[in-house]
């Protein structure tokens, strides 16, 4: 499972760093949003992979780290929100620049 | 009350941004009042708090009561308490400079000023690592709303690689506190401090990954060398009281690496000590040396300004790699440098309205009206900027130069650096003040557009006067100022005493 749940962090992170670096703004947003995915599950990796344990103290043997679900739920809230906002910047340089490329002209 | 003392900078600049945000049909001039007198009293919190941390006291606030490890923790310390008493006298001139018609020109504008003190506030008081980039975000989610304040095309496109850049960094921020968590259990500073030492031999490398991508994050805040070439388009493209505030974000980004630096990765991290310590140094003389070149190239005041606050966040890193001694002349040259670019990019605003075909770019012009004025406020400016006697400039500088005895290259760059950064303000000046030409009927590039309100030089002046009036007080008050920073330096310097402080009840 630790190999799987690496395999999909490094092909997200690879994907999303290859949109950024995109000229265009569009592909830079999905690339944001790959590379948010790929934080998210990667925080969730943090406390160490654990099958079939609750995130709480309680009865039984064991328990997951609960402490990274919480860092995932924040840092998921605050992913949402910049992406929102970052989808609103680019239509609006769309609309101001007149063109889609992150530079704000075309390129020949 | 002073259990509450160390929440309160937090608190007054969140309600007073709610407030606004709740009363959307005040009129403007109530609004700037109310702003004014928020900031305000923002201030007497700060210095409140500095009076109560000065003897040496860490104040620990626990959330919701719980033992430090496990809940959330803000540790008002020394440093913190100057950052703090720094951001918001910032904050007074640029509000004050603000009322200028600049909030005219968007909605929110008070609104954002304050979620971003209020984000500013909690990053140098929080004592936990992922709490810090909770607050980063807030900080630079406001820092987005002001930065495209008032709209145009230059604005957006500077906006948006600023945005994106950032957005990237906060990644990198999780991935590099996951990194740590998972090889040390835990993200509150103080606790990441103690545990760095017992780092059990195979987390070592993810605990040195996860250290090094927090030094690249927080040194795109600070636009230290590969990282920086987002500024100077970023700041100089801005509304002037907006880039005034920013003087003070690259300012965080220091911050968090001295704090990062000396508490977490210090002398007794074990095999993690002095992580940082092989690339602060070089990162920081190579973003002077760059810095200075940009300076030397700008073509107009406020790109001047904006290369200015990289120099001097190059002279802020290399004070604070060079031990106990650098630190304390960095934590003295913090405040001065922050407010010496911010009355540059207040005046080159001021300077813009009054030349109606050059603006504030160095070329020949009309003389502007009362240039004996304003040439004479650029001439102090300029001279707090460079770091020349008799300002405090100068008396930080020499400070950091006599903390580096030996190191020839600290010695070479910062007094050629010096120089240049000179000879480029006093061309601007010159081509500013003095290479008028014949008066030409040309219009305004502003006004045509109905966006030049009557201005109020009182105002202006207000800004720039009171901003020069804090750097003049740094000049004669340098003793108990420095004193102050040799004692927060003495405080990073023994980081026992702030593990035990947040710590202390758990243990």
Known sequence: ?108 | MNAHLAIAPLLAPFVAGVLLLALPNLPMAVRRAFAVLAVAAQIGIAIALLAAVAGGDIFVYRLGDWPAPWGIVLVADRLAAGMVLTTTLLALFAVIYAGDGTDRRGRHFHVLFQMQLFGLAGAFLTGDLFNLFVFFEILLIASYGLLLHGGGAARTRAGLHYVVLNLLGSTVFLFAAGLLYGALGTLNLADLAAKAALVAPENLGLARAGGLLLLAVFGLKAALLPLHLWLPAAYAGTAAPVAALFAIMTKVGLYAILRVDTLVFGDAAGALAGLFDPWLLPAALATLAIATFGALSAQNLGRLAAYLVIVSAGTLLTAFSLGTAGIAAGLYYLPHGTFAVAVLFLLAEAIRWRRPAAADSLAPDADMPHYALWGGLFFVAAVAAAGLPPLSGFIGKFLILRAAPGHAWVWATLLLSALACLIALARAGSRLFFSARSADPAVHPAAEEGLLEPHSAARELAAVGGLLGVVAALTVGAGPVVAFAQAAAAQLADPAAYIAAVLGGAR
């Open chain 1, 1 to 108: 499972m630790e190999a799987l749940i690496a395999l999909a962090v490094g092909t997200l992170v690879a994907c999303g760093v290859y949109l950024v670096l995109r000229a265009r703004s569009f592909a830079v947003v999905l690339g944001l949003t790959l590379l948010s995915y790929a934080v998210n599950l990667f925080l969730f990796a943090t406390g160490r992979l654990v099958v079939g344990r609750p995130p709480v103290i309680g009865q039984g043997s064991g328990l997951t780290d609960p402490l990274p679900q919480a860092l995932v739920l924040t840092a998921i809230v605050i992913g949402f929100a910049m992406t929102a906002f970052v989808i609103m910047l680019a239509l609006r340089a769309r609309a101001e620049l007149g063109n889609d490329h992150v530079d704000g002209r075309d390129s020949p």
